[in-house]
């Protein structure tokens, strides 16, 4: 029984056929189309708007130079909060919940943050790895201490997603689990985990944006960082 709670965070595969890429490929499907008319349908309005909100949100402190980001961060926040409500549903895959995709999406954006900084300004890139002012003896000490934090990055914007989503999905799958057994047993205490299942699944809605606004928005903070 426990580790068929596990079971849904498996890569599904039909006719020896991978689902992941199917899963990865429909938020795009989903996407209304800009059209060429002088008026849009709702849809399109809201999903400018929040495009627009959170591209000036996130890109108000950066200079010129990190704008030519927003086109790229936008859409990974928009792909990675698509996953994450389509995951919610009955009978359904959620990518995100893989480290192995998380870090293939942190890491290749995270090391060209720390290649822009090298190549623009190597001086005051390679100056975050020892703070102004350090004692002498402690600088071999602090180099190693922010080498590893420098590299343990992507490593935690990958682990922050993934347990995350994972805790969520587990505590809605044992709550709800808790009220089928419960349910001809003893029906009063039943419905309290009913009302409890409801509010986990309202705060894993919440979870699931929340935390691609936080990806997105600490690779826009380790940009800021090297430009």
């Known amino acids: ?11 599904p595969v039909f006719l020896g056929i991978p689902l992941i890429a199917l899963a990865l490929a429909l938020p795009w499907a989903l996407f209304p189309k800009p059209t060429v008319r002088w008026l849009n349908c709702r849809l399109l309005t809201l999903q400018s708007w929040f495009i627009n909100n959170f591209t000036q949100q996130i890109f108000q402190p950066l200079n010129v130079g990190g ?10 926040m928009v792909f990675l909060i698509t996953l994450n409500l389509l995951g ?3 009978y359904t895959f959620t990518p995100t919940t893989q480290l192995s995709l998380n ?20 001086t005051h890139a390679l100056g975050h790895l020892l ?17 590893i934090s420098l590299f343990i990055r992507p490593l935690a914007l990958g682990v922050r997603l993934t347990a995350n989503l994972t805790a969520g999905h587990l ?6 689990t808790a009220t089928f057994v419960l349910l001809p047993l003893m029906p009063p205490v039943a419905s ?13 809605v919440a979870v699931a944006m929340i935390q691609a606004y936080v990806f997105v928005l600490l690779l826009s903070l380790y940009l800021q960082e090297n430009i």
């Open 103 to 122: 870090l293939a999406f942190a890491v290749p954006l995270w090391l060209a943050t720390i290649i822009i900084g090298m190549r623009n300004q190597p």
């Open 88 to 90: 919610l549903l009955p």
């Open 67 to 76: 704008h030519k980001w927003a086109l790229l961060l936008a859409s990974l």
């Open 171 to 176: 505590l809605i799958q044992l709550t709800s």
């Open 192 to 204: 309290l985990t009913a009302i409890l299942l409801l509010a986990l699944s309202l705060l894993e």
């Open 131 to 147: 703070p102004e002012g350090t004692p002498t003896l402690l600088i071999p000490v602090l180099i190693i201490i922010e080498t």
């Open 1 to 11: 029984m426990t580790l068929s709670f596990f079971d849904q965070f498996m890569s």
